[in-house]
């Protein structure tokens, strides 16, 4: 069965005519799947009772159903554990900040990339998420936090690669940025990726694929490095990424985020800045740096380098004239931080089922 949220705006026009009814049902359900966001095609008060009843029977609008989540008395960010039709389990983070509110959404449950300070690839890859559970994601939480808090951002930075999800992904990104669905801002809208060479020429090239943020999480300035702790630079060098993002078209106002998870002892010296901003060289305009102090997990091999370390990385970039920031996870004393979210034991969270 058919969920609605799996369409965007011209395959629900289609899907609307291949019933035999009129192009402005598309209007009607839109507005209220995405404006209204009503939980039950019986809220649909306009439509009559012979379409309900068939919407009811040969669709259906949820994907996802509220596992548990818990909320980081730090800072009021929350993370959402979905439970996915087929059982498996996703996690979503709501992310309060001053004058607007994030998301970050998952991608697929797991990841095959296999980053080695990673939890979420642990298991591998156990499959992709589909455009309706990406974009349930969004609608629940917005719901759960309420339409009054509006998430105005999202980052695809939760579980998974979202650019080996290539078409759901850029289906989600078209019913989140059309206007006539949940019209957000392309511009509050960031896709991470890995860094798969192929994928983001593709996602430039395709006139289809809503042109949002881009984020690479590269982590680390020279190939060896970055060889150990991802082994996708193997087939798609830190060179020939550079070269790649060098090149792209990207829009005036959208410059490409590096993420640099800085872990101790392996990519947090002050030559692997310096090697940082050398490898930026003359790009400048281009990049701003996400500087990512390590998240620890259980049996992670890797360790968090200490404050001063962090300070003097950032420094160091600063002197070059580079934009870069520190992000001091949110949510990090509920395990929602980045590379953090994978499947809890759910008694660790507040049950509400
Ligand atoms: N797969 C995509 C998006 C999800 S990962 C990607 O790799 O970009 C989102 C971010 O979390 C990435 O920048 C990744 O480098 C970072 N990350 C992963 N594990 C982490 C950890 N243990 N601590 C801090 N950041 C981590
Ligand atoms: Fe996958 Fe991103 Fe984690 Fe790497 S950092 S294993 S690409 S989710």
Known sequence: MVSLKEFNYSELERWVRKQGWKKFRAKQLSKWIYTKKV????????????IRNFLNKNSKLNVLSLASYEKS?????????????????IESVFIPERGHNTLCVSTQVGCAVGCKFCFTTTDGLIRNLTTAEIIDQYIQSQIFVGLDRRISNVVYMGMGEPLA????????VQILTDD??????????????????????????????????????????????????MPISETNSIHDLMETLNRLPI???????????????INDR?????????????????YKVNIIPFNPF?????????????????????????GAFVRWSKGADISAACGQLRKKEIDRLVKIV
């Open 270 to 286: 002050p030559e692997d800045a310096h090697n940082l901003a050398k490898l930026i060289g003359r790009h400048k305009k281009r």
């Open 39 to 50: 939980r039950s095609f019986d809220e649909m008060t306009d439509l009559s009772k012979d």
């Open 73 to 89: 008395s730090e800072d009021g960010s929350i993370k959402f554990l979905w439970k996915l039709e087929d059982g498996h389990t």
């Open 298 to 322: 259980p049996g992670s091999e890797f360790k968090r380098p200490d404050k001063d370390t962090v300070e003097k990385f950032h420094k160091i970039l600063w002197q070059y004239n580079i």
């Open 165 to 172: 999800n290539y078409e759901n992904v850029k289906k989600s």
């Open 251 to 265: 829009k005036t106002g959208y410059r490409i985020m590096l993420e640099y998870v800085l872990i101790k002892g």
């Open 180 to 229: 006539r669905m949940l019209g957000l801002s392309n511009r509050k809208i960031t896709i991470s990726s890995s860094g798969i060479i192929h994928q983001i020429k593709k996602m430039y090239e395709d006139s289809t694929f809503p042109q949002v943020r881009l984020a690479i999480s590269l982590n680390a300035a020279d190939q060896g490095t970055r060889e150990k702790i």
